[in-house]
């Protein structure tokens, strides 16, 4: 019989290659940007002299090391799960701050791996689709995030293993990670949605002790992230402050539908590099999020369109990417397609080529992670 410890240990082996691979394929990517930046009309030698703590990372360290009030307001928009990780890193090893962010990020991103790994053998119990989804995961044109200091890498393994706990029905646990997701990106609380799924399967003949731990990890997320935002509009005397500023970023909410019409207009402009570069990424993880929806258990098609349609609603598409990752289980959807003859060479070799480009545009300051 296969241990714990060894199944993880299996896991975590059948997860390393990649997570490895993609550490390079960022070092690669920072080489270029140093190479090209004098010739990019965005160049940006201040990124890329920050290496891994550029963009929203210096945000992140500068919380770590001074906490809120000691930043301009425009910080609360940042959760605090990932800073109080950081913390903690940092009071446990060596070498400050910067270190203890990117060695949370890095080790989030690889338990993030691993719990993808058991989710899809959980699923399918078919090791190549497992083995395909690490690595698009990991090579995710937008996954250079989880090799930088953002929070991306631990949201990931709370949410995917929030979907394993949901599969397993324990549900404390799964509230549990629900709410650690939450204290981690507000787009946590779209965890409601699979967790109210999985706990509406059976719900009628459950007994009221069932009932009660269902609900819980039905509202977990919400309440994680809820009381963020409580204690910031108290604390600093102004009501939703986390969301609000946030607004003022990106912009009112719109209709995604025309969002993404004027984003493909932009292909055809000024803004090609700017907003028009996020359509086309749009379409491609919409058709993901489809195929997903048809083809795996609802809450996973669900849950990732959920995660496209929020992000598509602001009229600044900036980071676009970034939060479609946070609907992990479009990767399904390319791992599907990276198993079809016709495409299993060219799926990997595009996303990879995606990671590329995009650590190298974000680093000369053209395109904004």
Same mark, same amino acid.
Request: aromatic letters at 10%; one cysteine or more; proline letters at 6%.
């Given at each position: ?9 299996? !896991? ?113 119990? !078919? ?131 025309? @969002? ?5 207009? !932009? ?73 079809? @003859? ?22 000369? !300051?053209?395109?904004?992670?």
């Amino acid at each position: 019989m296969t241990t714990p410890v060894r199944r993880l240990s299996s !896991d975590l082996l059948a997860t390393l290659p990649a997570w490895v691979v993609a550490r390079l394929l960022v070092g690669v990517s920072w080489v270029v940007a140093r190479l090209v930046s004098d010739e990019l009309a965005g160049a940006g030698p201040d990124r890329i002299g920050r290496g891994l703590m550029a963009w929203d990372a210096d945000w992140y360290r500068s919380l770590v090391v001074g906490g809120y009030d000691a930043l301009p307001l425009e910080g609360v928009r940042f959760f605090p799960g990932f800073i109080l990780l950081g913390r903690l890193a940092d009071a446990l090893l060596p070498g400050g701050p910067t270190t203890a962010m990117v060695v949370v990020a890095n080790l989030g991103s690889l338990l993030a791996g691993v719990a993808l790994y058991r989710l899809v053998l959980a699923e399918t119990a !078919d090791r190549q689709l497992a083995d395909r989804s690490v690595w698009l995961l990991a090579c995710f044109p937008a996954a250079f995030v989880l090799v930088w200091g953002y929070a991306e890498g631990p949201f990931l393994a709370a949410s995917i293993s929030a979907f394993l706990a949901f599969r397993r029905r324990n549900w404390w646990m799964a509230a549990g990670l629900a709410a650690a997701a939450g204290l981690i990106r507000p787009t946590g609380v779209l965890l409601a949605i699979p967790a109210l799924l999985a706990a509406g399967s059976g719900w009628s003949g459950c007994p009221s002790s069932e009932k009660l731990r269902r609900g819980i990890a039905v509202v977990a997320a919400p309440v994680g992230a809820g009381a963020f935002v409580a204690w910031a509009s108290v604390h600093f005397d102004d009501p939703l402050v986390p969301l609000t500023i946030q607004g003022e970023l990106r912009g009112e909410a719109v209709d995604p539908a025309s @969002r993404l019409l004027d984003g493909l207009s !932009d292909l055809f402009g000024p803004e090609t590099l700017g907003d028009g570069l996020h359509a086309p990424f749009a379409l491609a993880f919409l058709a993901l999020g489809i195929l997903v929806l048809r083809s795996w258990p609802a809450r996973y098609g669900v849950y990732a369109l959920a995660c496209l349609l929020v992000a598509l609603c602001a009229q600044n598409l900036n980071s676009f990417e970034r939060y479609a990752l946070n609907g992990f289980p479009i990767v399904f959807g390319l791992a599907a397609l990276a198993g079809h @003859r016709r495409f299993g060479r060219a799926v990997p070799i595009l996303s990879s080529a995606g990671l590329v480009a995009l650590s190298v545009l974000a680093w000369t !300051d053209i395109y904004v992670p």
